[in-house]
């Protein structure tokens, strides 16, 4: 049977959420100001997404393995990027504070990589991965309170 979905109790601190599929890379973690307005740093294998409260908090990510994308109707933030998976055995979700590993059924392919900040009874986030043979750009999905801009194109690399 294929694993298309994975929940985590994930420990959020350093306002960051890290997407990656090859090992922590300091460099590639780090914000220039760029990254800091738009709330993301994106590499082709590795992003990060400012979870957008401050602090540090337990927060339920939830990760799934698509054929589309549907937004959820709590969503307040989403974000699209490109996404490679290098390693299918080498995908983590990551903090500051610990990692786990991600165990979709995966391949060693792009994806479109869906990132979703929604309100609920608490604060949970979404990251629906969908196969792509086009690597389309990174942006913005809706408007929302921090800035974010619907179809406003996100920056690649630390800027």
Same mark, same amino acid.
């Given at each position: 049977?294929?694993?298309?979905?994975?929940?985590? +109790?994930?420990?959020?601190?350093?306002?960051?959420?890290?997407?990656?599929?090859? #090992?922590?890379?300091?460099?590639?973690?780090?914000?220039?100001?760029?990254?800091?307005?738009? /709330?993301?740093?994106?590499?082709? +294998?590795?992003?990060?997404? +400012?979870?957008?409260?401050?602090?540090?908090?337990?927060?339920?990510?939830?990760?799934?393995?698509? +054929?589309?994308?549907?937004?959820?109707?709590?969503?307040?933030?989403?974000?699209?990027?490109?996404?490679?998976?290098?390693?299918? /055995?080498?995908?983590?979700?990551?903090?500051?504070?610990?990692?786990?590993?991600?165990?979709?059924?995966?391949?060693?392919? #792009?994806?479109?990589?869906?990132?979703?900040?929604?309100?609920?009874?608490?604060?949970?986030?979404?990251?629906?991965?969908?196969?792509?043979?086009? =690597?389309?750009?990174?942006?913005?999905?809706?408007?929302?309170?921090?800035?974010?801009? =619907?179809?406003?194109?996100?920056?690649?690399?630390?800027?």
């Amino acid at each position: 049977m294929k694993k298309i979905a994975q929940t985590v +109790d994930l420990l959020i601190s350093h306002n960051q959420i890290q997407f990656r599929s090859r #090992d922590f890379d300091e460099t590639s973690s780090q914000w220039g100001k760029i990254n800091l307005a738009q /709330g993301a740093v994106l590499h082709s +294998d590795y992003v990060v997404f +400012d979870p957008l409260p401050e602090d540090a908090f337990g927060a339920n990510v939830h990760l799934k393995l698509e +054929d589309s994308f549907n937004l959820d109707p709590s969503t307040q933030r989403c974000i699209v990027v490109p996404f490679h998976v290098t390693d299918p /055995g080498h995908v983590e979700i990551a903090s500051a504070a610990e990692k786990f590993k991600v165990e979709l059924d995966l391949e060693k392919r #792009d994806y479109a990589l869906y990132f979703e900040v929604c309100e609920g009874e608490e604060i949970f986030y979404k990251i629906t991965l969908v196969p792509s043979d086009s =690597k389309a750009p990174a942006r913005y999905l809706l408007d929302d309170p921090w800035g974010g801009e =619907k179809d406003k194109v996100l920056v690649e690399g630390v800027r």
